[in-house]
């Protein structure tokens, strides 16, 4: 079992910065990849970017050279660096964790929210 808790997330300007971190507990040597996911309103929850257990990264094309996804593995925590933000990356943020027998695992969510 794998526990997965979000935190950084807030208000930020259009053109604006944030960072969000998410915390894994539990099982947490189990897991082959690590990431977030988001859902705005009345849209399809999205994967954003994944990192895999041996540093691969992989992004979502909307967020291709603006987000970057890095991780802590003493700490099993995994980042999500967003920059030049746009009205359209406004939703609920999802840490995201996948294990090698493919269990996948969400946290609570973290709402970013860009604004003008």
């Known amino acids: 079992q794998v526990q997965l808790v979000e935190s950084g997330g807030g208000l930020v300007q259009a053109g604006g910065s944030l960072r969000v971190s998410c915390a894994a507990s539990g099982n947490t040597f189990s897991l082959n990849g690590m990431g977030w996911c988001r859902q705005a309103p009345g849209k399809q929850r999205e994967l954003v970017a994944i990192i895999g257990r041996y540093g691969g990264t992989n992004y979502v094309d909307s967020v291709q050279g603006r987000f970057t996804i890095s991780r802590e593995n003493a700490k099993s925590t995994v980042y999500l660096q967003m920059n030049r933000l746009k009205h359209e990356d406004t939703a609920v943020y999802y840490c995201?964790?996948?294990?090698?027998?493919?269990?996948?695992?969400w946290g609570p969510g973290t709402q970013v929210t860009v604004s003008s």
């Open positions: 995201y964790a996948i294990s090698a027998g493919g269990n996948e695992y």
